[in-house]
């Protein structure tokens, strides 16, 4: 059994890879696009916010239906049903004529990366309640470390062939790839995943909750809002990398092997992203997810606040852009892990996915950094409340999620016969 649950992780990595340079290879698209057409870069980055809110609102609803298909139908049909979208959409972006069937394709792609998202975060913690940190931020490091193996390889391709051959190419094979992945997978059957054994720092339901009961949960909306408060001040500094960066005189400044320090910057961050899913996740598996998330936000707050001082020379600027891309990706397998913990297992792919929306709600966020920019001149205020942010995240899972969390398993406890020590 244990083979066969790892089996079904790494069956879900992979997936997650091959869905991964749909988000972070589309900026190697965007110049050839707009010389070829003549489409403005605003136009054509209205695509990747199409996708963005796509892959992202989509997946309460992609999780409800793996959810209430069964663990051996579900995660099958949903991974055949995404990659069929990605590889029909990648087709179209190569064939897309006008902005308007781009904004079509980035809809498709958008819908067929959530489901597969969905599916695979979903299984993860189904399959792992003992180590379930550790399997979500596997999963979730797979979508966000995978592109570094397919971006030289699109790159090449458009460069030699074009990029409507790129997409092209690479949408047909990673969606046929899919479509024989997404066969092997399934969820755990009732009774194969054997109970876990207490873990005081890691209590698990239960008791399976329904959405409509975690919509009703102050504990679910608890967690969205710190989950929008680290989601969006990550996002305020690292969507403005490059800015920042030119702003601080630095973007073409060469430090290594002939690489700017932007160049570096972007793959040790990159690098650093990944890494801190599974690490941060395991972590949690041994001493709670509250005190994870105190460490976590802490080391973040102190990042941006290194980054306000010393970001103003090269090396001190790639460092402190590591740690704070370090410490921030880690809330996509902290938070699914967290609401299963809460939530339980059965109707978790939907619970956690209603989570996930926090993500797209932290993107309308995202603007504010470059008002405060503007209002200030710098960016060391919009540095200071990124900190501030994650401050406040570090004492509401102190102070009121941790509280929460006992309660709401004591009160769990007794109902269903379960040992009341557990919570």
């Not at 999963?139 to 051959?165: E, H, K, M, N, W």
């Not at 320090?261 to 949690?284: C, E, H, I, K």
Request: with cysteine.
């Amino acid at each position: 059994m244990s083979g066969n649950r790892w089996v079904q992780l790494w069956f879900g990595v992979l997936c997650m890879v091959l869905i991964a340079n749909l988000q972070y290879a589309w900026t190697l698209f965007v110049d050839p696009m707009h010389q070829a057409h003549g489409w403005s870069i605003a136009e054509i980055q209205i695509a990747f916010s199409i996708f963005i809110a796509t892959e992202t609102w989509l997946t309460p609803i992609e999780g409800y239906i793996v959810d209430r298909l069964g663990p051996r139908i579900g995660p099958r049909l949903m991974v055949t049903f995404g990659g069929v979208l990605v590889g029909v959409a990648w087709v179209i972006n190569a064939y897309a004529g006008s902005i308007e069937m781009l904004y079509v394709g980035a809809a498709i792609s958008g819908t067929g990366a959530g489901a597969i998202y969905a599916t695979c975060v979903g299984n993860a913690v189904k399959w792992f309640p003992d180590r379930r940190g550790l399997a979500v931020g596997l999963t979730a490091a797979g979508f966000g470390a995978g592109a570094a193996l397919t971006v030289i390889p699109i790159r090449l391709v458009i460069d030699t062939y074009g990029y409507a051959s790129a997409f092209l190419w690479f949408g047909v094979l990673q969606g046929v790839i899919l479509l024989f992945v997404g066969q092997t997978l399934r969820g755990p059957m009732p009774g194969a995943v054997l109970p876990t054994a207490s873990n005081a720092a890691v209590p698990q339901s239960t008791r399976s909750h329904t959405s409509m009961e975690v919509l009703r949960s102050p504990a679910f909306w608890l967690l969205y809002f710190m989950f929008v408060l680290v989601s969006s001040s990550g996002l305020m500094a690292t969507a403005q990398l490059a800015p920042i960066a030119k702003d601080f005189g630095l973007s073409n400044t060469v430090i290594l092997l002939g690489a700017t320090t932007l160049s570096v910057a972007l793959v040790v961050d990159n690098v650093m992203n990944g890494l801190a899913r599974p690490f941060f996740g395991a972590v949690s598996d041994r001493i709670g997810r509250e005190y994870t998330m105190a460490l976590a936000f802490t080391l973040g707050a102190l990042s941006y606040w290194l980054l306000a001082l010393f970001g103003s020379s090269p090396w001190t600027f790639v460092v402190c852009a590591a740690l704070i891309f370090f410490t921030w990706g880690e809330i996509f397998s902290l938070f699914p892990s967290t609401c299963t913990d809460l939530f339980g297992t059965k109707f978790a792919t939907a619970n956690s996915m209603m989570l996930y929306t926090a993500k797209g709600t932290s993107a309308f966020l995202v603007p504010f950094a470059n008002l405060l920019k503007n209002a200030t001149g710098s960016w060391e205020a919009v540095f200071l409340v990124a900190a501030g942010m994650n401050i406040l995240v570090v004492l509401l899972a102190l102070f009121v999620l941790l509280p929460i969390r006992v309660r709401h398993h004591r009160m769990l406890a007794p109902a269903v016969g379960a040992d009341p020590a557990r919570g």
